[in-house]
Nanobody
Framework: QVQLVESGGGLVQPGGSLRLSCAAS????????MGWFRQAPGKEREFVAT????????EYADSVKGRFTISRDSAKNTVYLQMNSLKPEDTAVYYC????????????????WGQGTQVTVSS
């Protein structure tokens, strides 16, 4: 059993940066691949980034490549999403997710979801 709690969202100007954190409880955290998804108003929830259980492999949506970085700190049971060069189209609720196997790219394979954190990019 894994519980995920996101934090770090907020309002930021275009071109700015935010770092989202996802704190996990449960001793099985290190056995899960992790992912970040986002959902904008009126849009489907979409894949953003994923990281393997070891942290050595990552994948990103084309829309965020070069701007976002996913990482995990197993000692802290935490996964991060560093978001740089933010654009208004990045505005969404961002959700942390855990899956059994890597990559975590489809919602049907998600075992656990966080509650979401709002990211708003606006001038």
């Amino acid at each position: 059993q894994v519980q995920l709690v996101e934090s770090g969202g907020g309002l930021v100007q275009p071109g700015g940066s935010l770092r989202l954190s996802c704190a996990a409880s449960g001793r099985t955290f290190s056995n899960h691949a992790m992912g970040w998804f986002r959902q904008a108003p009126g849009k489907e929830r979409e894949f953003v980034a994923t990281v393997s259980w070891s942290g050595r492999a990552t994948e990103y949506a084309d829309s965020v490549k070069g701007r976002f970085t996913i990482s995990r700190d197993s000692a802290k049971n935490t996964v991060y999403l560093q978001m740089n060069s933010l654009k208004p189209e990045d505005t969404a609720v961002y959700y942390c997710a855990a899956g059994i196997s890597y990559p975590v790219r489809t919602t049907s394979l998600i075992a656990y979801w966080g509650q979401g954190t709002q990211v708003t990019v606006s001038s």
